[in-house]
């Protein structure tokens, strides 16, 4: 929803309803992953993408059909064995696209939403996509990492509390499917992860008949770029580009300045494992977040290394050198007390081979390395490769 927002937001504003297609689930080669969103406007208009084109029109004509009718629709679109002409993904992927009419009346709690998403707070949308009760359909409850208390961001236009902004005037439609769906959310939220959950029609962990779309809307996932060199220029580039919040740290302030890293969110003049230990503490580092050590100098880097690798999960660390210098450095890093076990969470040299020889090559093939290790890629060329191009945690759809 998160490239939809602004354009859902002026029609919500402006008391228009609105077709919202969402991607809720995807099986082989989908190009599209969970959350993706299409908008059917007002006046015809078409907003974002669900497919990269294959079953937009189709998606258009059902989101159309959905704001007349009011009663939201779980849509499966895939190649059809029996009709070649059937709408489909010439991919050969599936996807599921749950789409529902959105307005002032269907779902009053989008503003204080949109307002969580735009202020970087962490906030998760559930929504009933499958119930063998169709009322249930289109039910959702908004969740926050925990209960919320009375933030000054969350009142009404009068000042009073404003308990719909919570998520606490809803419900999917038990207290125990509540309670169920606000417990795994918040675990997803937690991680940045937006998942199709599944349980018996009351909520029932163990059963089945009820689907839940939970997309979760959390702060940028992190990336740390450890000393102020040009290739960490060139790293804080696609990092943005890729979507985090890119931090470069550096103890030598006149090289760690803003205007060396204009693409960075911020440039902090620190030691790197001083900052990184602080920023440990104050309870900023995720599983999602990237560490990139790129001084290759022992006196910075060993030190930082220490503190990344006794850190019980994040999603990458790497760290910039030779083949000499990543042999020294593991010498050091020993002599320092770290386990193979640790040492092991550590990738270095740095990034995939890709022949790289200038600073933006390189980058890329540190990217490269990051998104393998976040979808299971295997970093071949895939004109070599068969089967499934795209990587998913779930086996294909029946």
Same mark, same amino acid.
Request: with cysteine; glycine share 12%; proline share 7%.
């Given at each position: 929803?998160? !490239?939809?927002?602004?354009?859902?937001?002026?029609?919500?504003?402006?008391?228009?309803?609105?077709?919202?297609?969402? @991607?809720?689930?995807?099986?082989?080669?989908?190009?599209?992953?969970? &959350? #993706?969103?299409?908008?059917?406007?007002?006046?015809?208009? =078409?907003?974002?993408?669900?497919?990269?084109?294959?079953?937009?029109?189709?998606?258009?004509?059902?989101?159309? !059909?959905?704001?007349?009718?009011?009663?939201?629709?779980?849509?499966?679109?895939?190649?059809?064995?029996?009709?070649?002409?059937?709408?489909?993904?010439?991919?050969? &992927? +599936?996807?599921?696209?749950?789409?529902?009419?959105?307005?002032?009346?269907?779902?009053?709690?989008?503003?204080? @939403?949109?307002?969580?998403?735009? =202020?970087?707070?962490?906030?998760?949308?559930?929504?009933?996509?499958?119930?063998?009760?169709?009322?249930?359909?289109?039910? %959702?409850?908004?969740?926050?990492?925990?209960?919320?208390?009375?933030? =000054?961001?969350?009142?009404?236009?009068?000042?009073? #509390?404003?308990?719909?902004?919570?998520?606490?005037?809803?419900?999917?439609?038990?207290?125990?499917?509540? =309670?169920?769906?606000?417990?795994?959310?918040?675990?997803?939220? /937690?991680?940045?992860?937006?998942?199709?959950?599944?349980? &018996?029609?009351?909520?029932?962990?163990?059963?089945?008949?009820?689907?839940?779309?939970?997309?979760?809307?959390?702060?940028?996932?992190?990336?740390?770029?450890?000393?102020?060199?040009?290739?960490?220029?060139?790293? /804080?580039?696609?990092?943005?580009?890729?979507?985090?919040? @890119?931090?470069?740290?550096?103890?030598?302030?006149?090289? /760690?300045?803003?205007?060396?890293?204009?693409?960075?969110?911020?440039?902090?003049?620190?030691?790197?494992?001083?900052?990184?230990?602080?920023?440990?503490?104050? &309870?900023?580092?995720?599983?999602?977040?990237?560490?990139?050590?790129?001084?290759?100098?022992?006196?910075?880097? @060993?030190?930082?290394?220490?503190?990344?690798?006794?850190?019980?999960?994040?999603?990458?660390?790497?760290?910039?050198?030779?083949?000499?210098?990543?042999?020294? %450095?593991?010498?050091?890093?020993?002599?320092?007390?770290?386990?193979?076990? !640790?040492?092991?969470?550590?990738?270095?040299? +740095?990034?995939?081979?890709?022949?790289?020889?200038?600073?933006?090559?390189? #980058?890329?093939?540190?990217?490269?390395?990051? +998104? /393998?290790? %976040?979808?299971?890629?295997?970093?071949?060329?895939?004109?070599?490769?068969?089967?499934?191009?795209?990587?998913?945690?779930?086996?294909?759809?029946?």
């Amino acid at each position: 929803m998160r !490239e939809v927002l602004q354009e859902l937001m002026t029609w919500w504003e402006a008391g228009e309803a609105v077709g919202v297609g969402t @991607v809720v689930g995807t099986w082989r080669s989908a190009p599209r992953q969970p &959350g #993706a969103s299409m908008l059917v406007g007002p006046r015809g208009q =078409a907003v974002g993408s669900v497919s990269g084109g294959c079953v937009e029109g189709a998606v258009y004509e059902l989101g159309q !059909e959905v704001v007349a009718s009011g009663s939201p629709v779980l849509q499966r679109y895939g190649i059809s064995d029996d009709d070649a002409f059937a709408v489909g993904l010439t991919c050969g &992927g +599936i996807l599921d696209v749950f789409v529902e009419k959105v307005s002032r009346e269907t779902f009053p709690e989008l503003g204080a @939403v949109a307002a969580d998403i735009e =202020a970087g707070r962490p906030v998760a949308v559930a929504t009933v996509i499958e119930h063998p009760d169709p009322a249930w359909l289109g039910r %959702r409850i908004v969740v926050h990492p925990e209960p919320v208390d009375d933030e =000054a961001t969350r009142v009404s236009g009068d000042g009073e #509390a404003n308990p719909a902004a919570y998520g606490l005037s809803m419900s999917l439609g038990s207290e125990r499917a509540d =309670a169920a769906v606000r417990d795994d959310a918040r675990g997803l939220l /937690a991680q940045g992860r937006t998942a199709t959950l599944g349980y &018996g029609p009351d909520g029932e962990r163990r059963g089945e008949g009820m689907r839940v779309f939970v997309q979760s809307h959390a702060p940028k996932p992190r990336m740390l770029v450890f000393g102020a060199i040009d290739f960490a220029a060139a790293v /804080a580039r696609v990092g943005s580009f890729l979507g985090y919040y @890119v931090t470069v740290c550096d103890a030598r302030p006149v090289f /760690a300045t803003a205007s060396r890293f204009p693409e960075a969110d911020e440039v902090i003049v620190r030691w790197p494992h001083d900052y990184l230990t602080e920023e440990v503490e104050g &309870g900023r580092i995720d599983p999602r977040t990237v560490i990139a050590v790129l001084t290759h100098d022992p006196k910075f880097d @060993v030190p930082v290394l220490e503190v990344a690798l006794r850190l019980p999960e994040v999603a990458y660390i790497g760290a910039m050198g030779s083949r000499r210098t990543h042999e020294d %450095r593991l010498r050091r890093l020993r002599e320092a007390g770290m386990t193979e076990e !640790e040492l092991a969470r550590m990738s270095s040299p +740095i990034g995939l081979d890709l022949g790289a020889r200038t600073p933006e090559e390189t #980058a890329i093939s540190i990217a490269a390395e990051i +998104i /393998a290790l %976040r979808w299971g890629g295997r970093g071949d060329r895939l004109s070599g490769l068969e089967g499934p191009i795209h990587h998913h945690e779930h086996e294909p759809a029946p």
